[in-house]
């Protein structure tokens, strides 16, 4: 059994591995120390990613495409490729969310001037505002999941999670 410490410093991943080592003491369990708490971590993001969007009244797949827009610059644009390398998803998926998009008044799509065969899909000013309002709920959702930590706190943690992502081929 775990015993609780006077700070109050055990939480939900230590009794689940206390448990798992009093029922299985031959392995090491200190992957879940690392991975369940990114992944319980991930459901606090999860909900307070889908709440800001919500609030801007986008779906996360929207704010992930409008979002690549934003970030191209100046004039917002990008091609559909870039696009779905930017967002990870296959050009038929792609394809459908810049119909939805467009049906919006989100996106509007012109042929591309350097090739005259293919497109280049454009943040709208009204997609552009949506975008940006929904960028600002984002960045005071996840502040707040962080504002226990100090900002060197808050670095050292963004630099072993870069660092594992790295290891990982992101």
């Known amino acids: 059994m775990l015993e609780p410490d006077a700070e109050g410093t055990h939480d939900e991943v230590d009794r689940i591995v206390a448990a798992w080592n009093r029922e299985r003491p031959d392995l090491d369990f200190a992957p879940l120390h690392v991975l369940s ?19 801007s009244e986008l779906e996360s797949w929207e704010f992930d495409v409008l979002s690549a827009l934003r970030r191209a610059g100046a004039p917002y644009e990008l091609s559909p490729k870039a ?3 930017q967002t990870l998803v296959s050009s038929g998926t792609m394809t459908n969310r810049i119909d939805r998009l467009k049906t919006r008044g989100l996106v509007d799509r012109r042929t591309d001037p350097s090739d ?5 899909v454009r943040l709208t ?10 960028i600002e709920k ?4 996840e502040q707040e999941l962080l504002v226990d ?21 992101d």
Not at 116 to 120: Q, S, T
């Open 37 to 55: 708490r990114v992944g319980r971590m991930s459901k606090h993001l999860d909900r307070a990613r889908r709440s800001a969007f919500a609030a």
């Open 83 to 85: 696009l779905l390398t």
């Open 116 to 120: 005259g065969r293919g497109i280049l």
């Open 125 to 134: 000013r009204e997609g552009g505002r949506v975008v940006d309002a929904a």
């Open 138 to 141: 984002l960045v005071e959702a």
């Open 149 to 169: 930590l100090s900002p060197d706190e808050r670095q050292a943690l963004a630099g072993l999670l870069r660092a594992l992502s790295l290891s990982l081929g």
